[in-house]
C-alpha cells in the first residue's frame, strides 16, 4: 500500500489542523493506521493508532484529549485532528500501516512521505 500524508503547515499556539493520509489500493481496510512524529534532533514517537474497523484507538499521552484519529474505510484515509495545538507538537508527522494493532513504529510495514507541522508560540 501506498500512503500520501498531507495537510501539515504553520499554525499558532492554540490552533487545530487536519491531517490526512491517502492510501492506494483496494486493501487499506486490512490495515491498522497510525501516526507518528519526528521532531528535529528527536527519535519518532507514537501519536495515535486506529484498528481496521475504527472502533479501536489509542494516543500518547502527550496529545490525549487534544488530538483524535479517524479513519474512511470507504475512501481509503486516515486523520488526524490536532487541536489546542502547542509549540511542543511542532514535528514532521507520518502516516503508517499495519497489520497489527501496535503503538511500535518498527511494526509498522509501509510509510507516507510525512507532513510538516509547525506550532509558533
Known amino acids: 500500500v501506498q500512503l500520501q500524508a498531507s495537510g501539515g503547515g504553520l499554525v499558532q499556539a492554540g490552533g487545530f489542523l487536519r491531517l490526512s493520509c491517502a492510501a492506494s489500493?483496494?486493501?487499506?481496510?486490512?490495515?491498522?493506521m497510525g501516526w507518528f512524529r519526528q521532531a528535529p534532533g528527536k527519535e519518532r514517537e507514537f501519536v495515535a493508532t486506529?484498528?481496521?474497523?475504527?472502533?479501536?484507538?489509542r494516543y500518547s499521552d502527550s496529545v490525549k484529549g487534544r488530538f483524535t484519529i479517524s479513519r474512511d474505510n470507504a475512501k481509503n484515509t486516515v486523520y488526524l485532528q490536532m487541536n489546542r495545538l502547542k509549540p511542543e507538537d511542532t514535528a514532521v508527522y507520518y502516516c503508517?500501516?499495519?497489520?497489527?494493532?501496535?503503538?511500535?513504529?518498527?511494526?509498522?510495514?509501509?510509510w507516507g512521505q510525512g507532513t510538516k507541522v509547525t506550532v509558533s508560540s
Open positions: 489500493g483496494r486493501t487499506f481496510s486490512r490495515y491498522v
Open positions: 503508517a500501516a499495519n497489520n497489527e494493532y501496535s503503538v511500535d513504529s518498527r511494526g509498522y510495514d509501509y
Open positions: 486506529v484498528s481496521w474497523s475504527g472502533s479501536m484507538r
